[in-house]
């Protein structure tokens, strides 16, 4: 049996755990697509720098971050402001590419990494430990698995047992967000100021930053309102968001699944990490700050147990729990986010009045740090 650990997925969630694998001082060996660049940015709140902290990485991606002093939150229909919640622990957003350069500088570091560019098509647990076939590098015997294959990757569905299908229809919705990024040279000075800005319509709404040098731009909505000419009724009227209408800018469509927590995490020595765990909507801004934390967990419980699947169980156990309350919160955003008619101007006018205190109150169970993780580094 080969005492690798090996992690499928290269996006946020499969880097960090090879971080987390080889700052626990075992071998890793991480499969996954080539490299392609990655596109946009993530917003990382407190609890997502603490999990960073623990991996001993927090000031190597704060410095390719851009840190944000405010959530302002505007009538998309008026443009009046509703509420502007200051920042006052590190909260900063950072492009998706940068965060991973960050990671995949740290794990070519050391040479108990190895890496195979190619996808895995199946696992087997076995007695002693798990075997793999990669697409074109056959059979590989490891210690265990860590399966941080997304959504629509097999972890999923062949460690909590669900079908393929049953995923997908309990993941199912009618919403789509449109992503852009556009040079900020290219837009007025308002998409450069570090603020994470959230505009709330009549059932949609856009959320927009700055990161590095460009504005990451979202867009939700249902499938229905994302026809040819949405940029047009939706940016045309607004006054500073009426740059965004240029029939040029290209978006991405994405569509946008509801939460899904329940699910059985471990197998054996195969464990589920990052989206592949946890579904969520972006709506709290929490898929890749998760990530981050399942990344510290499984670092300390590798550190804790020699044995592979008491250090997974443990992981399992405290993490599914952790994550619950955030994926369920995230569905409950998006529903106050995607209220419309009455219950849209009901929602505007609670947070005309109190906003600041709500947004408050309903954020800081989501960015306190796991108090399951031990900062080590900063
Ligand atoms: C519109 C939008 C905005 C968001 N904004 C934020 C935000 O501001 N803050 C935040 O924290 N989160 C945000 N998120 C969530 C965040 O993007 C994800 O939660 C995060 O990137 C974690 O992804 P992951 O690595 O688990 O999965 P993925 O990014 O899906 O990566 C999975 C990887 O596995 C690979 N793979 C698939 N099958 C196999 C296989 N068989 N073998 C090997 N590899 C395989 C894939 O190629 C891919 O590289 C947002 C999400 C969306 C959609």
Redesign the pocket.
């Known amino acids: 049996m080969g005492q690798d650990i090996a992690i499928?997925?290269?996006?946020?969630?499969?880097?960090?755990a090879a971080t987390a694998v080889i700052a626990a001082d075992r071998d890793c060996v991480l499969?996954?697509?080539p490299a392609q660049k990655?596109r946009?940015?993530?917003?990382?709140?407190p609890n997502?720098w603490a999990a960073l902290s623990v991996l001993g990485l927090a000031q190597d991606v704060l410095s390719r971050a851009t840190r944000l002093h405010e959530i302002t939150v505007r009538s998309l229909t008026n443009s009046a402001t509703l509420a502007r919640l200051p920042l006052k622990d590190v909260y900063a957003?950072v492009a998706?590419a940068d965060l991973a350069t960050v990671f995949e500088q740290k794990i070519v570091q050391t040479d108990r990494f190895r890496r195979h560019n190619?996808?895995?098509?199946q696992v087997s647990q076995t007695e002693d430990g798990v075997a793999i076939i990669?697409k074109d590098t056959g059979l590989h015997h490891v210690a265990g698995l860590v399966a941080?294959?997304?959504?629509?990757?097999?972890?999923r569905a062949f460690i909590s047992g669900q079908s393929e299908t049953a995923i997908r229809a309990s993941l199912a919705t009618d919403k789509v967000?449109l992503?852009s990024t556009i040079n900020l040279s290219d837009l007025p000075n308002f998409f450069s100021q570090a603020i994470s800005n959230l505009w709330l319509g009549d059932g949609v709404h856009i959320?927009h930053y700055p990161i590095a040098d460009s504005a990451n731009i979202?867009a939700?909505m249902p499938k229905t309102l994302a026809h040819s000419e949405w940029q047009d009724w939706l940016f045309r009227h607004n006054t500073p968001l009426q740059f965004l209408a240029d029939p040029a800018i290209k978006w991405a469509s994405?569509p946008?699944p509801r939460s899904s927590t329940g699910i059985c995490w471990r197998h054996g020595t195969m464990v589920l990490?990052?989206?592949?765990?946890h579904v969520?909507?972006?709506h709290l801004?929490?898929?890749?700050?998760?990530?981050?934390q399942d990344a510290a967990c499984l670092m300390q419980s590798l550190t804790q147990y020699a044995d592979v699947s008491s250090a997974f169980a443990a992981y399992a156990r405290h993490r599914s729990g952790a994550v619950a309350k955030i994926a369920q919160k995230a569905d409950i955003s998006g529903k106050i986010m995607a209220s419309s008619g009455l219950a849209g101007k009901l929602r505007n006018a609670a947070l005309d009045l109190g906003g600041n205190h709500l947004m408050q109150e309903w954020l800081a169970e989501v960015w306190a740090a796991d108090p399951g993780l031990r900062s080590q580094n900063t």
């Open positions: 499928s997925g290269t996006g946020v969630a499969g880097l960090a499969f996954g697509p990655m946009g940015g993530v917003q990382l709140a997502g957003s998706r190619t996808t895995v098509e990669g941080a294959d997304g959504v629509a990757g097999f972890g967000a992503r959320v979202v939700t994405t946008l990490a990052g989206d592949a765990a969520m909507p972006p801004a929490q898929g890749a700050g998760q990530s981050l």
